[in-house]
Nanobody, 125 residues
Framework: QVQLVESGGGLVQAGGSLRLSCAAS????????MGWFRQAPGKERDFVAL????????DYGDSVKGRFTISRDNAKNTVYLEMNSLNPEDTAVYYC??????????????????WGQGTQVTVSS
């Protein structure tokens, strides 16, 4: 069983920055690939970023490339999402997810087995 708790969301002006954190419980964190997704009101949950278990592999959704950075600290069982140059289109609930079984694509929600409760990010214009 893996529990994920996101934090760091809030209200920020356009052009600003936020750093999200996702604290994971369980002994297998350093073996798990991790991802961030986001969901705006009335929209599907979309892929934002992924990071491999070792941190050697990262990838991003097209809309956040060059602005967001995913990282992890396996000693602290935590994954981060650094978000810069935020714009109102980034407003959403951001979810952290753990990929355990390896089934499905790690670019889609079906590729992840555990999810956090989400943290709200609101960007004002």
């Amino acid at each position: 069983q893996v529990q994920l708790v996101e934090s760091g969301g809030g209200l920020v002006q356009a052009g600003g920055s936020l750093r999200l954190s996702c604290a994971a419980s369980g002994p297998t964190f350093r073996s798990n690939h991790m991802g961030w997704f986001r969901q705006a009101p009335g929209k599907e949950r979309d892929f934002v970023a992924l990071i491999s278990a070792s941190g050697a592999i990262t990838d991003y959704g097209d809309s956040v490339k060059g602005r967001f950075t995913i990282s992890r600290d396996n000693a602290k069982n935590t994954v981060y999402l650094e978000m810069n140059s935020l714009n109102p289109e980034d407003t959403a609930v951001y979810y952290c997810a753990a990929r355990i079984t390896g089934r499905g694509s790690w670019y889609s929600t079906g590729g992840y087995d555990y999810w956090g409760q989400g943290t709200q990010v609101t960007v004002s214009s």
